[in-house]
């Protein structure tokens, strides 16, 4: 019973909500009874508001028996990445320097999905500070990837992809900054979408890189997605970056699942060498699936997306550099060495060594650097021009195409520690899904299949002009109706039992 | 010799100072802008509230937060800018300074850089008859920090200090920089100049009610750059950068003292180092601050949470033709409507006391009356206690009010200055002084005749020629007659009385 209460999409669990076939606190319970079975293995959450989530879900039954009319997810349960705030939780950020941390206030974002009656079960892991791909820079220990615990979960939102994976929640809230939400859908087998920049508010989002990042939705399937992207969308006066404009309309598009007529560019600068053989095979079947459901299939290029990591690798540490100077150990977080000797500044350093993981430190450093006098041409100011050519890429190609395609990443989820030594190599993980921040378009990520090499999931990822996000919806909708068509059923429904890796890994 | 004094003050006298070089001013003035509200959320900039009640997780910099910009500064900034004959930017930015600041929440302030609001402009300042161009470099704008309380210490400094307690309610307040180019040829005037161009500042913000602009609480703040170079020469000098002066008498203090200083200097074969230097207002001198050497890298970039601010062509020409009337000519005008004599003007610009006067005017005193009583008595009480003339603790409303007692004969100018004493004592009203000091002056006959009698018996000498048709030799008469009533007698009455009793 509880298994399968918690194999079902949200659309499903909320309409069997509203029509009373199930309660909310029923739901929420399975989930956490869900959490309570597996989280130890996976580690996919940072912190588990059962209480809180059991009286959210109460009350939404409350409201149903009152006859009230209930939103399109209410009652479902979510798991909310650690970066953004939430009151009466603690937000870490998976970083030892805010632990136990208490906000004082809800995120945009977070406030939504309580408005919208969504039940939120807990705070998932992440890379500390949203930096990382692997989610193994975590200051509370690294989340495993349910399809092969040995594996990374994909980063910086891996806690959130994980918890989908694991069947501990049907929706999730991460945060893309170079395709925090994209890469871990893709290597987890899940639905991840990095709507428009300001699309989505900022507000109550601990900032990694304030021109990059950006909150979206993360689901087990396409409509899932578009219906929590629904919730968490539009303005937000409280957020200067946030778009004034409507809402374009994801959910029809998400019903629609119509790519015909659609023209769709193929990226040849994100592909080939470089790219594992069964990520190659599997994009390639898909594309040939798209133009079989009527897709206008050309090749595009993008010359300067070559120059896009690069560029992403001095934009976001000089922001970090400066968005992370607030942690100074004075009025909110860690403190260590104020033993009124110390000045003020040893107390503040001795707090940043101890608070700080090496990958937070190794950005603020490169971020320092890059913005100081001497080479703030040089780098920050070259990177921004190498920012503006790559954005006028996309505007040249959406010119001629609808949306355009390519993997979501290089290789399928490699093997924790695999890479922990080698920056560059972590870096690798997130090539294709840069250029989409940088330029601040929508893109996403669905699921195509499971590598033949390796039997891991493998991503397509969907690019899409700003404020376009629907059509990243009809994409990937369409995907998901023609692949599970074939495989007779989700690609999740292939994924190991966990409870038997546990007994393997015992 | 104050501890302070990095050479001893009688080396060089000011006249010899400009007699070898030429100073050249930079000013940069802080001004606090009065929205009701913060400038990147909606606290309240209100002055004086229980610490840290005004905040909210924008100003205290919590995570996650951000800012977004009043727009009411922005309009504040712009107005100020075209009062300044500044070009408006069509387009810019807000940047950002990263340094580390007690009391600076996010440990980077959201100012303008490299794109100002407002750039380009000029103003002009009389000094003695004669105008003083200004050019203005930019007006950008910023937000203010929080403040420290370091607590313990001898010194009130951080160092030493047993704790420090902040406030934030100041964290995000709005100002405005207006920054001088460099000012030259103001020769040994420039002293005035600086003082004229911040009373002129401080006069044009309040006309547009911008700014509380009190310098006492910090909502105008100036910053004073001064170099010197040699007769004839073209480059300028090093420069230093003296901190936060708080009074108009300060401004012209400090360039005063910094001229000395570096002349001293300069012609013992020294150098200047380039350096913030911080005013004591106690010993009148500047001491060492930060040397620039080794200033911070700011590590300035584009404001990455704020979108650009274009104001629209149209409201900057709205804005513009809501402007108040400029302080030249106002002053103008003023002058004109007042009948002084050049002199008398030139006099009342110099004690900076335009707005005095025109506000006592208003109150319903005539220009010269207000004139008199600003320049005289109310200059010579803010000289002794060493304040602006507008913090004497005497209104122009109550400097109407003393002048019409005057003038009603309730009592005389002697009695006047009594009563300014006990206005500013806080004895109440220039009335209620009157009545609670029994300052009235004796007018009754009766009261007078026997102390005019008095007097005629006392100075035989002095009535027989009052008696001999000298009738200006009745003022030793009157002034024995004062002195037995304490002043407090009419002296037109006693004088008239005098005459009476001998001549006729």
């Given at each position: ?264 560019g193929v990226v040849k600068e994100l592909g080939g060498e470089g790219y594992a053989p069964g990520v190659e095979q599997r994009f390639t079947e898909a594309v ?52 009124g000797v110390l000045s003020a500044e040893q107390v503040m350093a001795a707090t940043r060594e101890a608070g700080f993981g090496a990958e937070v430190k190794r ?144 | ?290 040397s620039k050497e080794s200033a911070e890298d700011y590590r300035y970039f584009p404001e990455p949470d704020l979108v650009p601010v274009a104001p629209s062509r ?191």
């Amino acid at each position: 019973m509880s298994a399968e209460l918690t194999h079902l999409t949200a659309s499903a669990l909320a309409a069997q909500i509203a029509t009373g076939e199930l309660s909310s606190v029923q739901v929420t319970q399975a989930h956490l009874d869900r959490i309570a079975a597996v989280d130890d293995l996976v580690h996919a959450f940072l912190h588990i508001d059962r209480d809180r989530a059991l009286d959210q879900a109460a009350a939404v039954d409350a409201k149903r028996a009152a006859g009230e009319r209930l939103g399109p997810l209410a009652g479902v349960p979510l798991a909310l990445k650690d970066v953004l705030t939430y009151t009466g939780a603690p937000t870490t950020c998976g970083s030892k320097i805010l632990e136990g941390w208490m906000p004082p206030y809800n995120a945009t974002v977070t406030q939504r999905l309580l408005d919208a009656d969504i039940v939120i079960l807990g705070k998932t892991n992440l890379d500390e500070f949203a930096m990382g791909s692997s989610t193994e820079n975590s200051a509370y220990g690294p989340t495993r990837n349910p399809w092969d615990t040995d594996r990374i979960p994909g980063g910086s939102g891996g806690g959130s992809a994980a918890a989908l994976a694991a069947f501990e929640a049907p929706l999730a809230i991460g945060t893309d900054t170079g395709g925090s939400i994209r890469q871990p859908g893709a290597v987890t087998g899940t639905v991840g979408v990095k709507p428009t920049y300001g699309g989505t508010s900022r507000y109550g989002l601990v900032a990694l890189a304030s021109s990059l990042d950006t909150p979206g939705p993360c689901a087990r399937n396409v409509l899932d997605a578009a219906l929590l992207h629904r919730v968490i969308a539009g303005h937000d006066p409280r957020d200067s970056t946030s778009i004034d404009a409507p809402v374009p309309d994801i959910v029809g598009a998400a019903r629609a699942a119509d790519v015909s007529g659609m023209k769709i560019g193929v990226v040849k600068e994100l592909g080939g060498e470089g790219y594992a053989p069964g990520v190659e095979q599997r994009f390639t079947e898909a594309v040939a699936l798209l133009e079989s459901l009527g897709a206008d299939i050309v090749e595009v290029s993008c010359p300067h997306f070559d120059y896009a990591l690069a560029a992403y690798y001095l934009i976001l540490p000089s922001e970090c550099s400066s968005n992370l100077a607030k942690f100074d150990a004075m009025r909110f977080g860690l403190r260590v060495g104020d033993d009124g000797v110390l000045s003020a500044e040893q107390v503040m350093a001795a707090t940043r060594e101890a608070g700080f993981g090496a990958e937070v430190k190794r950005r603020i450093i490169i971020g320092t650097y890059a913005l100081s006098s001497g080479y703030y041409d040089a780098y920050y100011g070259q990177a921004q021009k190498v920012r503006t050519l790559i954005a006028r890429d996309f505007e040249a190609a959406f010119a001629d195409v609808d949306v355009l395609v390519s993997p979501t990443t290089p290789s399928t989820a490699f093997r924790i520690g695999e890479r922990v030594d080698d920056p560059l190599a972590m870096y690798k993980a997130d090539l294709c899904t840069i250029p989409s921040n940088l330029a601040g378009n929508a893109s996403a990520s669905f699921p195509v299949g499971l590598a033949p090499e390796d039997g891991l999931p493998v991503g397509l990822q969907v690019m899409a002009p700003p404020l376009a996000d629907d059509r990243l919806y009809r994409v990937g909708a369409a995907l998901e109706r023609a692949l599970e068509a074939q495989w007779g059923g989700s690609l999740l429904d292939r994924i190991p039992e966990l409870t038997t890796l546990q007994e393997v890994a015992r | 010799m104050t501890p302070h004094a990095q050479v001893p003050e009688a080396v060089l006298s000011y006249e010899e100072a400009l007699a070898a070089f030429d100073p050249v001013m930079g000013l940069e003035v802080h001004v606090e802008l009065n929205t009701a509200s913060k400038m990147f959320c909606g606290c309240s900039t209100e002055f004086g509230a229980s610490p840290n009640t005004q905040t909210c997780p924008v100003c205290l910099g919590l995570p996650g937060s951000l800012p977004v910009v009043n727009a009411k500064a922005i309009e504040s900034a712009i107005r100020i800018g075209l009062a300044l004959n500044c070009s408006i930017a069509e387009w810019c930015r807000f940047s950002r300074k990263n340094y580390f600041y007690p009391d600076m929440p996010k440990n980077y302030q959201i100012s303008q850089y490299d794109e100002p609001i407002a750039f380009d402009g000029w103003t002009e300042v009389e000094v003695d008859g004669e105008t003083y161009r200004i050019g203005i470099e930019r007006a950008h704008m910023e937000e203010d920090t929080g403040k420290s309380l370091h607590v313990g210490g001898a010194t009130g400094r951080i160092h030493g200090a047993d704790y420090s307690l902040l406030d934030y309610n100041r964290s995000g307040v709005p100002l405005v920089e207006i920054v001088t180019k460099p000012i030259e040829g103001a020769g040994a005037k420039a002293p005035e100049v600086a003082k004229a161009y911040v009373a002129m500042l401080r006069d044009l913000l309040r006309g547009l009610d911008v700014s509380d602009v009190r310098m006492e609480q910090g909502s105008l703040r100036c910053d004073a750059n001064l170099s010197l170079r040699a007769h004839g020469t073209v480059e300028f000098g090093t420069r230093t950068e003296t901190k936060n002066v708080n009074s108009l008498r300060s401004v012209e203090r400090a360039i005063r003292y910094e001229i000395t200083r570096q002349a001293a200097i300069l012609t013992d074969g020294g150098v200047i180092h380039m350096e913030t230097r911080h005013w004591h207002e106690n010993d009148g001198v500047t001491s060492p601050g930060r040397s620039k050497e080794s200033a911070e890298d700011y590590r300035y970039f584009p404001e990455p949470d704020l979108v650009p601010v274009a104001p629209s062509r149209e409201w900057v020409e709205e804005l513009r033709a809501t402007l108040p009337e400029p302080p030249q000519q106002r002053i103008r005008r003023v002058s004109a409507d007042w009948q002084f004599s050049e002199l008398e003007m030139r006099d009342v610009l110099n004690a900076g006391a335009v707005n005095a006067i025109e506000a006592t005017v208003a109150a319903g005193c005539s220009p010269q009356a207000a004139r008199k009583w600003w320049l005289t008595e109310l200059a010579r009480r803010a000289n002794e206690n060493g304040v602006d003339l507008e913090a004497t603790g005497v209104t122009p409303q109550q400097v109407a009010e003393i002048q019409a007692l005057v003038e009603a004969g309730t009592i005389n100018d002697k009695l006047a200055r009594q009563v300014f004493d006990g206005v500013i004592a806080g004895e109440g009203s220039p009335a209620e002084v009157v009545t609670g000091r029994g300052l009235a002056v004796v007018s009754d006959d009766g009261a007078l005749g026997a102390a005019v009698e008095a007097a005629i018996e006392a100075n035989p000498g002095v009535a027989d020629k009052v008696r001999g048709g000298k009738v200006q030799a009745a003022g030793a008469l009157i002034g024995a007659v004062m002195k037995e009533l304490g002043g407090k007698a009419d002296a037109g009455r006693v004088r008239e009385l005098i005459i009476e009793k001998l001549t006729g």
